[in-house]
């Protein structure tokens, strides 16, 4: 009976250890901030980077040294209360494993309506601030977020240790008034001395503007850009994983850079496609990740094909002008083949785009795709409507 292949790519979720690779610059400078008290520091960077495997890495060596620190995913919080019960459900589960007390130990400090909920498969009792509170004022929520993270600063003193928090998609706070929300959570974080903080966060332009002289965040946190993952580094990891499954890899993890770059997560979803229509003939080339990318953007069609949809004739023509590449978008040339009406237009378009998630901001060309399976779909579906094969 031949041998049943393991897939060795994981991309849904957080991934760490056998599943992670490189970033040993990134996560010495993350474990020696979740290692040192009341340090602060800000963590930015495009999505699909690897950011959030990153820090749950570091969380991982920091806990294998003894350390204490938890990760809360901010990015679904529709309210301030929906983030504090996240730092809560965080802390609940990481510190529980250390303290068999910590959850009627943060209560009390709360001073805030809480309901405990037994957690069906740890075990595990999970505070949450009381569902009224998600009705109040949005001032009275965001001091029930201040109350929160001043709770666990608390109990950090009382035990006389040091506990690491990582806030992902911190920035979201801004949508919960502006200013005045980044000037009260800066308020809260800078006077707490036993608790460290990761803020990490992926919309770049937002948390800029957060940090620059004047704003809320200025001069109070280090800060750490998340870029790519060194290319001929990630190339030879892909092939390496290949191999050690049982799948000889001529040249795929080069071409899935190429071709799937810059995001980690996008290179990775194609290595690992590639390596399960590999799997039966036991080997790989770089034109199979050619296939392997057509299947991802298959299974994106649907998804791909609505948003496509929903946009306007100029912004369908921008991102026909961006997928083409070659040229920039306000040229002559560019105007007259995709029947743009002015460079002004074309640059507001892009800027929208760009607003929106569609396309990023790239150095050497302008714009570029968020999703590069997205781009190419928009080169292989629409090329045709210009008369283009």
């Keep these: 009976m031949p041998r049943v292949r393991t897939n060795p790519f994981r991309i849904h979720g957080v991934v760490t250890d056998s599943y992670f690779t490189d970033r040993a610059t990134e996560l010495t400078r993350l474990e020696q901030v979740l290692a040192e008290a009341g340090t602060k520091l800000l963590v930015y960077g495009p999505r699909r980077m ?15 040294r003894g350390g204490l620190a938890f990760l809360a995913d901010l990015s679904t919080a529709s309210t301030p209360v929906d983030m504090a019960n996240r730092i809560l459900e965080a802390a ?9 007390d910590v959850v009627s130990d943060l209560v ?27 009705s109040r004022s949005v001032e009275d929520q965001r001091g029930s977020l201040v109350s929160t993270l001043d709770a666990i600063e608390a109990l950090a003193r009382a035990r006389k240790t040091a506990i690491g928090v990582v806030l992902d998609e911190f920035q979201d706070i ?6 005045a929300a980044e000037w009260q959570l800066r308020g809260a974080m800078q006077h707490h001395r036993q608790v460290s903080y990761i803020l990490a966060g992926s919309e770049a332009a937002l948390i800029r503007r957060m940090v620059d002289k004047g704003h809320a965040f200025y001069g109070m946190a280090d800060q750490l850009e998340f870029g790519p993952i060194d290319p001929d580094h990630l190339a030879r990891w892909i092939d390496s994983r290949m191999r050690r499954a049982g799948v000889e890899a001529a040249g795929v993890g080069a071409r899935a850079v190429e ?39 298959a299974e994106q ?6 948003t496509w949809n929903r946009l306007t004739v100029i912004q369908q023509n921008v991102l026909r002008a961006v997928a083409a590449g070659g040229g920039g978008l306000t ?11 002015s460079s002004g237009s074309a640059v507001n378009t892009a800027a929208a785009l760009t607003e929106s998630g569609i396309l990023r901001r790239a150095e050497a060309r302008g714009y570029a795709f968020e999703n590069p399976f997205f781009a ?14």
């Design 50 to 64: 690897g950011k959030t495997s990153a820090l749950a890495q570091a969380i991982v060596n920091h806990q294998r």
């Design 174 to 179: 801004h949508r919960f008034g502006g200013e």
């Design 92 to 100: 609940a589960r990481a510190l529980g494993t250390r303290w068999r």
């Design 331 to 341: 040229t002559r040339a560019t105007l007259d083949r995709f029947a743009l009406p």
């Design 376 to 389: 190419r779909w928009v080169r292989s579906r629409t090329a045709g409507d210009l008369g283009l094969h």
């Design 301 to 306: 069609e649907p998804m791909l094909e609505t």
């Design 259 to 297: 071709a799937a770059g810059p995001g980690t997560r996008d290179v990775v979803q194609v290595a690992r496609r590639c390596f399960d229509n590999a799997r039966g003939a036991g080997k790989a080339s770089a034109a199979d990740v050619d296939l392997a990318l057509d299947d991802v953007m």
């Design 108 to 134: 009390a400090r709360l001073h805030l309506a809480v309901t405990l909920t037994p957690d069906p498969v740890s075990g595990f009792i999970l505070p949450s601030l009381d569902l009224g509170l998600r």
